[in-house]
């Protein structure tokens, strides 16, 4: 079965998300316990990239962020929302950010820590973090 009509079987969800680079580290949130990377649901009449701007600045503070690729990376998810499958296509959106001295974790999204972490240690988060991040 082609991926395609597999996906038209299941409601589906479309989300965004950032991939923000600063220096040499990347962008994660600790939400509910695991490593995270920064995405959210599209609001209705958004683009994805102006949900991704939206949504690592609602989780993570006002960054000055700058899109380094206009060309998103799809991920799609399947899981279990309110009892029933879904699939999830998140755009992921390259960014780079000018600094840190602004992050400030949305702790009403369950979010409690918010941090560039450097490349050479992101692996350390992967091991508590979603299959998913893997990729």
Known sequence: MPFD???????????AGGLVVLDRSLLFIYRNGKWDLPKGWMDT?????????R????????LDLTVTAD?????????????????????WFRMKATNDDQLFPQREEGISHV?????????????????????
């Not at 009449?45 to 701007?53: H, K, N, R, S, W």
């Not at 949504?55 to 006002?62: F, K, L, Q, S």
Request: one cysteine or more; glycine letters at 4%.
């Open 5 to 15: 009509d597999f996906v038209r079987l299941f409601p589906s969800v479309n989300a």
């Open 45 to 53: 009449g958004e683009f994805p990239m102006q949900t991704a701007l």
């Open 55 to 62: 949504e690592v600045r609602e989780e993570c503070g006002p």
């Open 71 to 91: 060309l998103p990376i799809h991920t799609y998810h399947l899981y279990m929302l309110k009892g029933l499958p879904v699939i999830k296509k998140t755009h």
């Open 115 to 135: 941090r560039f972490i450097p490349f050479d240690e992101v692996r350390f988060c992967l091991v508590n973090s979603y299959p998913m991040l893997s990729w």
